[in-house]
């Protein structure tokens, strides 16, 4: 059985400069370009907690001035940078930037990558995916990216056969051999830790496993390998702001040494630094 653990005290240090969280309220014209003033919109825990460190601990010496804006789905964030309500994000990888582009035909650019939190199989009654019953449930994120992290984690560990381990998105329906006949459900992301109560094993994306004050290391079943950092969040902005003082400065900030011990000490393995 899964337990929790307290969240980490950095979500305070991010609560001090939260101006805005779930429907954008606050939003509005962004910044002029290198003024000294930057938005960005992240989602919760580790994002929020690691860019209101940056924002109280190392922005104010490096003359920049960071409001955060806090969204709870996966969609939001990308939306506000594309409407111009935020000059940047920091929440999603490159596989899922490249998805959501081809998807709704923004035009951004990740710069470099920050922060990764592995992807893991968690349960509150399995103990052992060996033990799988036959026709175990199976929640798995609902968008198509996170989705296919959960598919590649099952086949990586046997449970599954797909067509082609190597690629990009799979989906169910490349699942070619299923021996257990698992039951698979889609679930948004963010209500996949609540779903351990009525499912037999969910996949959940790390930053939601962290939110729900699960331990990916002790809890789950299995994780992704963190030496792979293809899953890697990222730094966004608009096709053309990449050079941005701004955008620069924050981009700076963020791959700095001081942030890389903040995210060892503050998540111990659950989050690894990505640059």
Do not use: W
Request: net charge negative; aromatic share 6%; charged share 20%.
């Amino acid at each position: 059985m899964t337990a929790r653990l307290a969240l980490p005290a950095a979500g305070l240090v991010a609560a001090l400069v939260l101006t805005a969280c779930g429907d954008g309220a606050g939003a509005g014209d962004t910044s002029a370009a290198g003024d000294g003033r930057i938005k960005v919109a992240v989602t919760p825990v580790p994002h929020a907690d690691i860019l209101g460190y940056v924002a109280q601990e190392l922005a104010p010496s490096a003359g920049l001035e960071i409001e955060i804006v806090e969204f709870t789905d996966y969609v939001q964030p990308n939306a506000a940078l594309d409407q111009g309500e935020v000059d940047a994000n920091y929440y999603q990888h490159g596989v899922y930037l490249a998805d959501q582009e081809k998807a709704a035909g923004y035009d951004f650019t990740g710069l470099g990558t920050i922060s990764f939190q592995p992807m893991g199989l968690y349960s509150d009654t399995v103990t052992d995916l060996a033990d799988l019953p036959q026709g175990a449930e199976i929640a798995l994120p609902n968008d198509p990216v996170n989705g296919s992290r959960g598919l590649k984690l099952l086949a990586a560990e046997g449970v599954i056969t797909l067509a082609d381990p190597d690629a990009a998105v799979p989906t169910l329906l490349d699942v070619t051999d299923n021996p257990k006949d698992l039951k698979f459900t889609e679930v948004e992301a963010a209500q996949l830790p609540r779903s351990l109560t009525d499912v037999d094993v969910a996949a959940v994306p790390g930053n939601y496993a962290l939110e729900a004050e699960l331990r990916p290391a002790e809890d789950a079943l299995v994780t992704e390998d963190t030496s792979n950092t293809t899953y890697a969040n990222q730094l966004v902005v608009r096709a053309g702001d990449e050079d941005d003082p701004d955008v620069r400065t924050l981009l700076e900030l963020l791959t700095s040494e001081e942030v890389r011990a903040f995210i060892d000490e503050t998540y111990q393995g659950a989050v690894v630094a990505a640059f």
